[in-house]
């Protein structure tokens, strides 16, 4: 209770000093405020400073000060603030200004000071306070340098024409008139002189006779505004105001349309609407697969068990369309996200996950996921360029807590995982759903493998942990025993693996062609490169084939060691490749790597790789080799040689001589130059 008198007690001290006291507080704002106002706002906003002074002031009576001095410092801080926006008081249809017209002089006379030194201006000239009442005024309102405000305010009363005002022209005492702290016969105020004797801002304020101009914006004059503009204007308001509510008609009557759930945009648009429209959604019929030319995600029927929930369809479509600021949008690189121009073909819709709701659409060379889980939306946007039946044969679903759920292609007759660093394991068997979904484990880390130390990932299979590979087989409908390995490397379609053996025993052996990576010395030498998928993105990637493309012996008895490409197809055609060599024991060597090329793929079989190797003695030994049509190969620079054959092995020069500059005659007689990043390799 006590708390409650007490807050009410502040507010009602300060209400009653503005009431008595408010044609002096109008003033103070008046000429507190900005110069360039015109007279009718800043009448009207002197007005606001005063009123919305009441709570701030109460606040600060009920703590103990002056109640007076708290309500002046108030007015000063709003007046002197930053102008916010249209607030009461408001007058329409009149213009006002103050019947004073000396205050309008005193105004411009105090246009050049700071609104805290007009301010200080007023409280000593008009309201007769003494310069150090005025300074703690001053630091009530905020002011940084108070004593500065008062300063500068001496200067300009002692300046020609006082700021159009005689000095001491405070108001006249009137009935129910305050003496002020500082003024005549206040406490510590005599007439405001200061220590040294000399005159101050209130030199002069004594006593006045009630026959005084009193100077004060609370008596105004008025005029009515332009009233044919006036008209004008509030007929065009109605007008205004008539379109705005037959637009609110049209809309709710759109949004109660079998339109609702369609973002505005598609709402009125008759070919959007078709594209966003659940029911004209393609769906190809579950046989189609079986019975056509051209195998890959347009041969995929509509499945799961949500393909009928139109909400939910026309909130994935709407997604799509018009993504909402809290949906997380992930597009791959390369791919367009925007809405369909067509009714795009629907894959699957169901829950394969607890609180999971997933929609995949086709989009004629894209494929979108839509997911609702835990409240959140999500949408996912991946390439399907030159797809085929190993590249369209899964869809990731869903991940969670180590698996992932992947909707298989119709085509695939039998499913199983294994681990790709143990190449003696056999593949365990797994159930697929009546969907044609299966559940596999995600390899341990992939999340954070791209961002990871390349070298603390290593190669080799050592210290990365299992890498679980699908490995699924198509129906002999499609393919005869076809059975071939998806890697999950983060992207929304898993990536198909590759290899393709070395080419040795002829002088000139035949060409070898990428085959499934199912086999037992595909599965060795991948078993031996499968930490170096984390260096893939799998967002754009569809194929990974790993080529042997050399042996070498190596120097002093060492053994043989394996060189190797790496390519990472992107399905728009681009190639990243990684050439590696493998000795007889220990981690894959990095040699080389190059982005968006043709090397290492079906248009760029010619391949020279080269590297400095050490051996166990510490001698440094220059290597190279290249692909089966390398002829010859030659080293200038700080090295002069030239072997015939595909593989080079000399001493290296010492250091620190530059690297060699290697190239190779092809069988042809086209020279290439050695791999690197600045695009070599090509002839």
């Given at each position: 209770m006590g708390q409650r008198e007490g807050s009410g007690t502040g507010l009602r001290q300060a209400e009653a000093i503005i009431v008595e006291r408010?044609?002096?507080?109008?003033?103070?704002a008046y000429l507190v405020l900005p110069p360039d106002l015109d007279r009718h706002t800043r009448l009207l906003r002197a007005h606001r400073a005063v009123q919305h002074s009441l709570r701030a002031a109460g606040r600060r009576a009920r703590q103990g000060g002056d109640p007076l001095a708290a309500v002046r410092a108030e007015v000063v801080r709003h007046a002197a603030g930053r102008l916010r926006g249209p607030l009461p008081p408001w007058v329409w249809g009149l213009r006002m200004w103050p019947s004073a017209e000396g205050l309008d002089e005193a105004a411009r006379g105090l246009a050049e000071l700071t609104p805290y030194a007009r301010a200080a201006y007023v409280l000593c000239r008009f309201d007769g306070l003494g310069e150090d009442a005025a300074a703690g005024v001053l630091e009530q309102a905020g002011a940084g340098d108070p004593a500065g405000g008062v300063r500068a305010a001496r200067s300009a009363a002692a300046g020609p024409g006082a700021a159009g005002v005689a000095p001491g022209a405070a108001d006249a005492a009137g009935p129910g008139t305050e003496t002020d702290p500082g003024s005549p016969g206040g406490p510590g105020g005599g007439t405001g002189s200061r220590a040294d004797g000399s005159a101050g801002l209130s030199a002069g304020a004594g006593p006045r006779s009630g026959s005084e101009t009193i100077l004060h914006p609370a008596d105004v004059h008025t005029r009515p505004t332009d009233l044919l503009l006036r008209r004008t204007r509030v007929r065009a308001a109605w007008g205004l105001a008539a379109v705005l509510l037959l637009a609110a008609g049209l809309t709710r009557a759109t949004a109660d349309g079998p339109d609702s759930g369609l973002p505005a945009p598609y709402a009125g648009a008759p070919a959007a609407r078709a594209a966003l429209d659940p029911?004209?959604?393609?769906?190809?019929?579950?046989?189609?697969?079986?019975?056509?030319?051209?195998?890959?995600?347009?041969?995929w029927p509509a499945r799961g068990?949500?393909?009928?929930?139109?909400?939910?369809?026309?909130?994935?479509?709407?997604?799509?369309?018009?993504?909402?600021?809290?949906?997380?949008?992930?597009?791959?690189?390369?791919?367009?996200?925007?809405?369909?121009?067509?009714?795009?073909?629907?894959?699957?819709?169901?829950?394969?996950?607890?609180g999971a709701l997933v929609v995949v659409f086709l989009d004629a060379d894209r494929i979108v996921r839509y997911t609702e889980q835990g409240g959140r939306r999500s949408l996912d946007i991946a390439r399907t360029g030159d797809a085929?039946?190993?590249?369209?044969?899964?869809?990731t679903l869903t991940r969670d807590a180590g698996t992932a759920r992947r909707l298989l292609a119709p085509w695939i007759a039998a499913a199983g995982v294994r681990d790709l660093t143990a190449p003696a394991g056999a593949a365990r068997p797994l159930p697929i759903g009546p969907d044609g979904t299966v559940t596999t484990e995600l390899p341990?880390?992939?999340?954070?493998?791209?961002?990871?130390d390349a070298a603390a990932r290593g190669a080799g299979g050592e210290g990365c942990g299992p890498r679980p590979v699908l490995e699924v087989v198509s129906s002999p409908r499609i393919v005869e025993k076809h059975a071939f390995l998806l890697a999950d490397l983060g992207g929304l379609l898993p990536v198909h693996l590759t290899y393709t053996p070395p080419a040795e025993g002829a002088d000139q052996p035949p060409a070898r062609q990428p085959r499934e990576a199912t086999g037992p010395a595909a599965l060795a030498r991948w078993a031996q490169e499968a930490c170096t998928l984390g260096e893939v993105d799998g967002r754009a990637v569809r194929a990974v084939n790993l080529w042997d493309f050399a042996v070498t012996e190596l120097p002093e008895s060492t053994g043989r060691?394996?060189?190797s490409c790496t390519r990472a197809t992107h399905r728009d055609g681009r190639g990243d490749v990684r050439i590696r060599l493998r000795p007889p024991a220990g981690a894959s060597l990095a040699v080389a790597h190059a982005e968006s090329t043709a090397a290492c793929g079906r248009f760029g079989q010619h391949l020279l790789a080269a590297t400095l190797w050490r051996a166990p003695s510490g001698h440094g030994y220059q290597l190279a080799a290249g692909s089966r049509e390398v002829a010859e190969i030659t080293a200038t620079g700080s090295l002069h040689t030239r072997t015939i054959g595909r593989t080079l092995t000399v001493p290296a020069p010492p250091a620190p001589a530059p690297p060699a500059a290697l190239t190779a005659t092809l069988r042809s007689g086209a020279v290439i130059t050695a791999l690197d990043a600045r695009g070599g390799g090509r002839d």
């Open positions: 408010y044609p002096q507080l109008l003033r103070l029911a004209r959604l393609v769906q190809v019929p579950a046989g189609a697969w079986s019975d056509t030319g051209r195998v890959d995600f347009t041969a068990p949500r393909t009928g929930d139109r909400a939910l369809l026309t909130r994935a479509l709407g997604a799509w369309a018009a993504p909402a600021p809290d949906t997380a949008v992930a597009v791959a690189p390369g791919v367009s996200a925007e809405p369909p121009g067509h009714p795009p073909q629907l894959l699957f819709a169901g829950d394969p996950g607890p085929d039946v190993t590249t369209a044969a899964a869809v341990r880390g992939a999340a954070g493998e791209r961002t990871g060691a394996v060189w």
